[in-house]
């Protein structure tokens, strides 16, 4: 929590080992993930309407995207082989199905891969992120050093839910 960490900077320059500036920077940094927050407040009532609409129905509950198995084939054969079972579809119709299938397998793979790459980085970036809180507790680390590891962290988890998002819209 952002006003956890701006008391522990005034801790620090009462105590004589943090800097003035810290305080300003930490000021500064509040006011820059409210912003975030309004933003995100913005980007989960777009997320609620547009569940609505597509389901017709509203969401009880958000939880992080998985891709359902049973929606998605196994592979792009399969999919567009699932795609020619379907008697409905006319010529002209499956055609254009086709492409857009292709195109879609086409993002769901490279998401996939931007996920599986995602996920180390996150944890990683966590686990720095930790490591310069426990630093800065103590007085071993600035908290313009603190501040850039929590911003690669959030960066990188805003990153990895976007993609799982991406993907199942996809899907």
């Known amino acids: 929590d952002h006003r956890t960490l701006l008391d522990a900077i005034q801790e620090r ?8 500036g810290e305080s300003l920077l930490g000021e500064v940094e509040l006011k820059r993930w409210q912003v975030r927050e309004a933003e995100l407040e913005k980007d989960i009532r777009k997320a609620e309407l547009f569940f609505a ?3 017709a129905s509203d969401p009880s509950s958000f939880q992080e995207p998985k891709p359902s ?6 592979d792009e054969a399969a999919a567009l082989a699932a795609l020619g079972e379907r008697p409905t579809i006319s010529a002209e119709d499956r055609q254009a199905a086709k492409a857009a299938l292709r195109f879609a397998w ?12 995602l996920e180390p980085m ?3 970036a966590f686990d720095l992120l930790t490591a310069s809180r426990q630093s800065f507790d103590i007085g071993q680390t600035d908290f313009s050093t603190l501040q850039r590891h929590a911003r690669d962290f959030f960066d990188l ?15």
Do not use: C, M, N
């Open 13 to 20: 320059i009462a105590s004589g080992i943090g800097f003035l």
């Open 122 to 124: 996150r944890a990683f």
């Open 157 to 171: 988890e805003g990153t990895l839910v976007a993609a799982k998002y991406r993907q199942l819209a996809t899907q």
């Open 106 to 117: 086409a993002d769901h793979e490279a998401l996939r891969r931007e996920i599986a790459l």
């Open 69 to 74: 198995a049973a929606v998605w084939p196994q």
């Open 53 to 55: 609409d597509v389901l």
